[in-house]
């Protein structure tokens, strides 16, 4: 009895050292305040993310919250039209998310292409910038409809295996792969931007 008591003593010391205070807040208003605090398990985030459409700015999403993978790091998804850029840092202190990184500055053209959906089909070229090393495939489904998504994206972006999550929305049969246009063309009846931008806009301004 004395050796149970003794280890659930440790466990939870354990646990609680390996805890974090971190600064939380989600917000498009402008830079987030360093107000509110939350638990996570190993390490804080804070990021800048901004969307385009056509080359203009929508909105930019100023995040502090628990380790996330793909944010941590630089990084883009370079879908044609939209383009979503990320500038993150993850830190493994208390309280260590304090800064506001800044909205990545645009980048120049990589020499790197991959296809891109439009209205119609998703055989459309897109030059991927800065480092976008990666052209990615794969979709998400707004409502009971699923729509593809290619484009160029950062290997951050590729972590992992299935999925990923921006803004709120998951983009799932995730694949990258490195070469020009390796992320092959089809043909759909879905407007990519139909769907897309409505779902960007009700996520962001909630």
Known sequence: MKSQVILLLICMLFSKALSLSCQMCSTTSGPCPNT??????????????????????????????????????????????????????????????????????????????????????????????GNEDRCISGSFQPLANTVPLKGCASQNLCIGSGSVSLLGITISDVKCCEGNLCNGAESFTLSFLLMLVPLLSSVLFY
Request: charge should be negative.
């Open 36 to 129: 509110q605090t939350g638990t996570c398990p190993d390490q804080c985030l804070t990021s800048t993310v901004s969307v385009n459409i056509s080359g203009t700015t929508l909105t930019n999403w100023y995040l502090k919250s628990c380790n996330m993978t793909e944010l941590c790091g630089s990084g883009s998804l370079n879908l044609g039209v939209v383009k979503v850029t990320n500038n993150g840092q993850c830190c493994g202190t208390d309280l260590c998310n304090t800064e506001t990184p800044s909205v990545l500055p645009k980048q120049d053209p990589n020499g790197r292409t991959c296809y891109t959906c439009d209205a119609n089909s998703c055989s459309g070229k897109v030059s991927c910038t």
